[in-house]
């Protein structure tokens, strides 16, 4: 059962142009809403993230816009650079581990290139 | 520091063989996770613990085997590789509790068993 649906599975943006990655999630138990970037040969790291009282958070380039309602998130990269191609992956967290530890769930990933 | 490291970087199992993933880290993060990555699919947890003695079940932990006996180490053991188990295999930690507790990942091991 995928509980984070994450489209396109591969995008291709223009320098200077806008990436969007879209995600939909079915848990409403869900209370943190990651996202990861990945490069050839490397782990995920945190890219941004959001939590479910806010509808939209910014951090330089990119943006991460909520819809609690619809159940979705999206992920928008402005001024796409080539730097920006690797894949990213959206992540619902929430706390359901034994000691407070928090379990993600994972998006498909989308796999971005920026072309020049 | 060097966050979270992982050994080996690459390797090649026949069916039935064991084998021991190596994970430390050094920040003092007493949460740590095994997860497995497939092709075109995201990351699932294998296994995690929440420090030093104590693991439990992730979404997948058939096959696998963890012990967790300093803050730093946390070895992810497969008993009877099996060509299911061909992935790669990230560790990661984090230090803060909940769900806003950010994962650190390692670099991952990349494992074929043929």
């Known amino acids: 059962q995928q509980q984070v649906k994450q489209s396109p599975q591969s995008l291709i943006v223009q320098k200077g142009g806008i990436s969007i990655i879209n995600c939909a999630y079915e848990?409403?138990?869900?209370?943190?809403f990651p996202w990861y970037q990945q490069f050839p040969g490397k782990g995920p790291a945190l890219l941004i993230a959001?939590?479910?009282?806010?509808s939209e958070k910014k951090e330089g380039r990119f943006t991460i816009s909520f819809n609690k309602s619809a159940k979705q998130f999206s992920l928008h990269i402005m001024d796409s650079q080539p730097g920006d191609s690797a894949t990213y992956f959206c992540?619902?967290?929430?706390?359901?581990?034994?000691?407070?530890?928090?379990?993600?769930?994972f998006g498909t990933g989308t796999q971005l290139k920026v072309e020049l | 520091n060097a966050g979270v490291t992982q050994t080996p970087k690459f390797r090649i199992l026949k069916i039935g063989q064991s084998m021991t993933l190596q994970c430390t880290q050094d920040m003092n993060h007493n949460y740590m996770y095994w997860y497995r990555q497939d092709p075109g699919m995201g990351l699932k947890l294998i296994y995690y613990?929440?420090?030093?003695?104590?693991?439990d079940k992730g979404e997948v932990p058939n096959g696998y085997n963890v012990s967790r006996s300093t803050t730093e180490d946390f070895p992810l053991r497969l008993e009877l590789a099996a060509p299911s188990q061909t992935s790669v295999y990230f560790c990661a930690s984090s230090y803060r509790p909940g769900p806003t507790g950010e994962q650190y990942f390692g670099p991952g091991t990349r494992l074929t068993v043929t």
């Open positions: 959001i939590r479910p009282d806010v």
């Open positions: 848990n409403t138990a869900f209370d943190y």
């Open positions: 992540a619902a967290s929430m706390e359901v581990l034994t000691g407070g530890g928090n379990k993600l769930t």
């Open positions: 613990s929440v420090g030093a003695g104590i693991t």
